[in-house]
C-alpha cells in the first residue's frame, strides 16, 4: 500500500502514515485515517505536522479542508485528557463539561497555530486548553453571579491569606490585607463579601439548633413566611379614623355583626328591628366605609 503526503520530510513520518490508514483510502494527498482518536501520541505528532502543513494550503469550506481540520481535533483529543487530568478532584459529574470545554481550547488552538511558529503544536495548544477549563470553572463554579473583577480578587485575597497566616502565625486583618495587596480596605471588604458567592449551602441542612423534640432544626425551620394578616394592617389603620365618624347605632351593629358575629336576625332582635332593617343599615354603613376608603387612596 503506497500513501503519498505532501512535505512529508521523511520515509519514518510516510511509514507511520501509512499504517493507519485504510487501504486504498485517502483525501487528496493526506492519508485517511479511520479512527484517528485511537492515533498513539507519538505519531499524532507527526501526522498532525502533515496535516497542518496541507490544511494551510486548503480552502476553507471544501471537504478537504474539513477532513483535515476535523482529523486534526479527532488525533489530538488526548491533549484535552490530558490536561483535563488536574481538573479530576471536582468529581466525575463535571467530567464532559471539562472535556467539551477542553476541546473548544484545541479547536481555537488549531484555528490558531501556524507551523512557522517553530514550536511543537502540543506546547502551543495545551495553555489554550486549559485555560478554556479555568475559564469554564471562573464562569460556571460561582453559586451566586459576581463581576470577574470581584472573582479575580477572591484569588489573590486567598493567596494573600495564607500568605499572611503563615507569616503572622495568625489569620490576617483586613488592614494588614489592604497593605499586602496594596489596594484600599474597601476593596478587601468587597472582595472578602463577594467570595461569600462562591458556594451556597441548601436550606434544609441543619443549622446546629435543636428544637424542643430534640431533633436538629434546619435552615428553612428559622426562616420566616409572609403573614397574610399583615396585608390587613394598612386597612385596619385607614379604617380605625372613619369608624369614629359613624354614628352610635351604626357602630353598635358593626360590633354586633363583626365583632360578636351575631347573625342579622339575632341583632335585630336584640335592638328590636327587622332582619331585612338591619340589614339594609349594614349595607349602607359598609358602602359608606368602603367608598371612604378608597377616596382616601
Not at 489569620?171 to 476593596?187: G, N, R
Amino acid at each position: 500500500m503506497t500513501v503519498s503526503t505532501q512535505s512529508a520530510g521523511s520515509s519514518v513520518e510516510a511509514a507511520q502514515a501509512a499504517a493507519l490508514c485504510s487501504p486504498a483510502t485517502s483525501a487528496g494527498d493526506l492519508p485517511w485515517i479511520e479512527q484517528a482518536r485511537k492515533v498513539a501520541p507519538k505519531d499524532a505528532r507527526s501526522l498532525t505536522k502533515v496535516f497542518f502543513d496541507r490544511l494551510q494550503s486548503l480552502e476553507e469550506g471544501t471537504r478537504e479542508y474539513q477532513y483535515a481540520r476535523n482529523t486534526l481535533i479527532e488525533m489530538n483529543m488526548s491533549l484535552v485528557n490530558f490536561s483535563a487530568r488536574r481538573f479530576r478532584g471536582r468529581g466525575p459529574q463535571e467530567w464532559e463539561d471539562i472535556i467539551q470545554v477542553g476541546t473548544v481550547g484545541l479547536i481555537k488552538a488549531i484555528d490558531r497555530f501556524e507551523l512557522s511558529r517553530e514550536v511543537e503544536f502540543t506546547t502551543f495548544a495545551v495553555p489554550y486548553i486549559v485555560g478554556e477549563m479555568k475559564r469554564f470553572f471562573r464562569d460556571t463554579t460561582w453559586a451566586v453571579h459576581v463581576p470577574r473583577r470581584l472573582q479575580e480578587l477572591r484569588v489573590e485575597l486567598a493567596r494573600a491569606r495564607d500568605h499572611l497566616t503563615a507569616v503572622l502565625d495568625a489569620p490576617p486583618t483586613v488592614a494588614e490585607l489592604a497593605a499586602y495587596l496594596e489596594i484600599p480596605e474597601e476593596e478587601v471588604i468587597e472582595g472578602l463579601v463577594a467570595s461569600n458567592g462562591y458556594t451556597a449551602g441548601s436550606i434544609d441542612l441543619p443549622a446546629g439548633e435543636a428544637d424542643d423534640s430534640g431533633s436538629d432544626r434546619s435552615f428553612a425551620d428559622t426562616i420566616g413566611a409572609c403573614d397574610p394578616a399583615m396585608e390587613l394592617v394598612e386597612d385596619f389603620h385607614a379604617l380605625a379614623p372613619l369608624l369614629g365618624e359613624l354614628d352610635d347605632r351604626e357602630r353598635t351593629i358593626l360590633e354586633m355583626r363583626f365583632g360578636r358575629e351575631l347573625t342579622q336576625s339575632e341583632i335585630g332582635e336584640e335592638l328590636g328591628y327587622s332582619q331585612m332593617h338591619i340589614s339594609r343599615m349594614l349595607s349602607r354603613t359598609l358602602t359608606k366605609l368602603r367608598n371612604a376608603m378608597l377616596t382616601d387612596r
